[in-house]
């Protein structure tokens, strides 16, 4: 199968980095130590100018969507289209969850959040729409008594990271990495919390010991040094490059695209469902998105990849592309 519908960049993590967690093999008889914690917080630390106690690893991203209950919201706002997964924790936990559904080109601009909401959630490039918010406009959501939780899951594929808040030491924001996608780490679950130690501490306060393995300590550490970031954004860079040609190759088809910064795309079709169901039969997979609160059966997702004219080639094919 031809996976359009996964992000993860590669197959596999990077040699040198597969080559560091081997190394660390032999030392899974013992509980993770102090001084791997400590080494893993400073180099997360390190790589956004950020003090060591405004660091919490996690297990993934979406260990801190689960984690948010812990902040005690009485309504949280979505940013939608968005990631599902805080929708899913939030309302497991018995947290008031409303979402304020952008419409196309889905900015934020003018997105009418509830004044009573104490957290809001966004993406930042939003995932499924790929969109790119100023990072005035992400600021513009704070208020008194609110906390602002920002997905950065993607914002490493970014060149130069414009609209990060990552090395921004703002009391009331939170914003949540990834490691998973840029390094092919989808079976380790690797990412961090950035915030006000106060928020951290609410956040992970219910964690059993030893949240975070020795594995996973490891590759937090590697990914997040200077090495390793000048590569990420290197790749960031050839993203961005080939992303422009594929979106340049869906539009000379006449299939409309949403402008975006992701590693990802999303596009609409006349009919997503049966698009999905052609590019199945020639094996290809694509994300569907009518799973995604505020978009309908005509959008579908896909990754950048260089195979792209493949995709193209297919969904003109299906003859419901329009």
């Not at 208020?143 to 993607?154: K, L, N, Q, T």
């Not at 090495?227 to 869906?250: I, K, Q």
Request: proline fraction near 7%; hydrophobic fraction near 50%.
């Amino acid at each position: 199968m031809l996976d359009f519908a996964v992000n993860v960049r590669d197959t596999q993590p990077p040699g040198w980095l597969t080559d560091r967690l081997a190394a660390r093999l032999p030392d899974l008889g013992r509980y993770p130590g102090a001084h791997d914690v400590l080494a893993a917080r400073r180099a997360v630390a390190q790589r956004h100018g950020r003090d060591v106690d405004e660091v919490a690893l996690l297990a993934g991203a979406a260990e801190g969507f689960a984690l948010l209950a812990h902040l005690r919201p009485t309504l949280a706002a979505l940013i939608a289209p968005s990631f599902t997964e805080p929708d899913a924790a939030l309302r497991s936990a018995g947290v008031a969850v409303q979402h304020v559904v952008l419409d196309p080109p889905f900015g934020l601009a003018g997105a009418r959040v509830p004044d009573e909401a104490d957290l809001v959630v966004v993406g930042n490039p939003t995932n499924p729409t790929g969109v790119l918010h100023p990072r005035d406009q992400i600021i513009s959501l704070r208020r008194p008594g609110r906390v602002v939780v920002v997905d950065e899951a993607f914002a490493d594929a970014v060149p130069g990271e414009p609209a990060s808040l990552a090395a921004e030491s703002l009391p009331d924001v939170l914003v949540l990495r990834s490691l998973t996608k840029t390094w092919s780490l989808a079976g380790l679950r690797v990412g961090y919390a950035l915030g006000a130690p106060e928020v951290l501490a609410r956040l992970t306060a219910t964690r059993p010991h030893w949240p975070i393995g020795t594995l996973q300590l490891t590759a937090i550490e590697a990914c997040c040094a200077p090495e390793a970031v000048a590569e990420a954004e290197a790749g960031a860079r050839r993203l961005t490059a080939l992303r422009a040609e594929m979106v340049a190759g869906l539009r000379s088809a006449g299939i409309e695209v949403v402008d975006g910064d992701a590693p990802f795309v999303l596009f609409t079709v006349g009919d997503a469902a049966l698009v999905r169901k052609h590019l199945h039969a020639k094996g290809i997979a694509v994300r569907r998105c009518d799973t995604f609160v505020g978009l309908d059966g005509h959008y579908l997702r896909a990754a950048v990849r260089p195979e792209w004219p493949a995709l193209v080639e297919a969904i003109v094919d299906s003859g419901a592309a329009r």
